[in-house]
């Protein structure tokens, strides 16, 4: 058996260990052998090594990392997404479908798309293939202060939103944003009635709202913005990405009779692989443009386990390199 570096998860009650892990074989025509050279630490990869991802199977020993950037034989960089039923990307090597990946211009660094591809394309993907921005539209980003959400409010912009409202809880991450292109702010606070009025102030009138948040503050901000809209029946598209603040709400439903709200989620599902697929090359355009404002925080892999306990440094992403 010929053995490889990885981040395993043995239970799903401690951090990965890293410890040596049988090299994965090629199981179709369409999978490479690929060696790893960065790996993003995204939230989504946290909650599948917990085993509390949606998608999990509950199988372990498992090699925890979604994406990745990666050197096949013939000396070419590509950028991958992880197969569900395969192992995955925080090891020496890792199997890469071409199906799901995509070479990368010679001056992109690996360890920024390793970064930003992730939390990118949760917006990238929502506004081109959920709910397709026309131009001109106004968005609100519910948890604008996070990666994905600092990236949505540049990502908006850049397919054409007339007007990018972000809200967030953390006020200095808040206040960076109207230099990346936000024009206007809401602090989230646990004062909800003033949060409710900021929010309906100032975005009532939005077309789209990115949520990265769910739970209180999404069942406190839907019956604030319709309450407060113009014209109700006018649509607002309500696209639901993470839950950062809990999985589930109340929504009482003359919220859905009073108003035209739409409701949707984008992610692994409501998505195909296919879907993605097609996205990758113009994001990977964006992040090598430097359109979107990407952090990486470089780690070797051997130290997996430290930093998987450590707390996140805002506006920063870590990346394992093997
Ligand atoms: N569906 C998809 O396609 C997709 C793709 C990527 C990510 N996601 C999901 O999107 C979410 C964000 O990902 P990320 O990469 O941006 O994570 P991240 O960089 O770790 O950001 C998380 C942010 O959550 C904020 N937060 C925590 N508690 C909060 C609260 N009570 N109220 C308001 N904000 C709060 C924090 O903001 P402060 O700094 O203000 O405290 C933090 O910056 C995750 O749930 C992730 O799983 C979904």
């Known amino acids: 058996m010929t053995t490889m570096n990885a981040a395993v998860v043995t239970t799903f ?53 979604v994406d990745g950037v990666g050197r096949r034989a013939d000396g070419r960089r590509i950028y991958f997404l992880a197969d569900d039923d395969a192992p995955g990307t925080m090891a020496d090597q890792a199997l890469a479908d071409t199906r799901r990946s995509i070479e990368l211009p010679d001056a992109v660094d690996a360890a920024k798309v390793a970064a930003a591809m992730n939390p990118a394309m949760s917006s990238w993907v929502a506004l081109r293939r959920r709910v397709p921005l026309q131009p001109g539209q106004s968005v609100l980003v519910l948890g604008a202060t996070g990666n994905a959400g600092t990236m949505a409010v540049q990502v908006a912009k850049r397919l054409g939103a007339g007007r990018v409202i972000g809200a967030g ?19 989230l606070t646990d004062d909800a009635d003033a949060t409710a009025h900021a929010l309906a102030t100032a975005a009532a009138e939005v077309d789209v709202v990115i949520d ?53 989620g984008s992610g692994q599902g409501s998505v195909s692989p296919a879907g993605y697929r097609a996205e990758l090359p113009s994001l990977i355009d964006e992040i090598a443009a430097g359109t979107i404002a990407v952090t990486p925080d470089p780690v070797p892999l051997r130290d997996v386990e430290r930093v998987w306990t450590e707390p996140d440094v805002p506006g920063q992403r870590i990346v394992l390199i093997p």
């Open 212 to 264: 990265y948040l769910w739970g209180a503050p999404a069942q406190q901000a839907i019956p604030a913005l319709l309450k407060a809209r113009q014209d109700r029946s006018r649509p607002l598209d309500w696209i639901q990405i993470g839950a950062i603040t809990g999985p589930t709400i109340e929504l009482p439903s003359a919220a859905l009779r009073s108003a035209n709200l739409r409701l949707q």
């Open 13 to 65: 009650d401690e951090p990965p260990h890293y410890q040596q892990f049988e090299v994965p074989r090629p199981r179709t025509e369409h999978e490479l052998l690929v060696d790893v050279l960065a790996v993003g630490l995204h939230p989504r990869v946290r909650s599948g090594a917990r085993g509390a991802h949606y998608t999990s199977t509950g199988a372990l020993p498992m090699i925890p990392g």
């Open 169 to 187: 809880r953390d006020p200095e991450r808040l206040n960076a944003l109207p230099a990346l292109g936000a024009d206007a702010v809401v602090q």
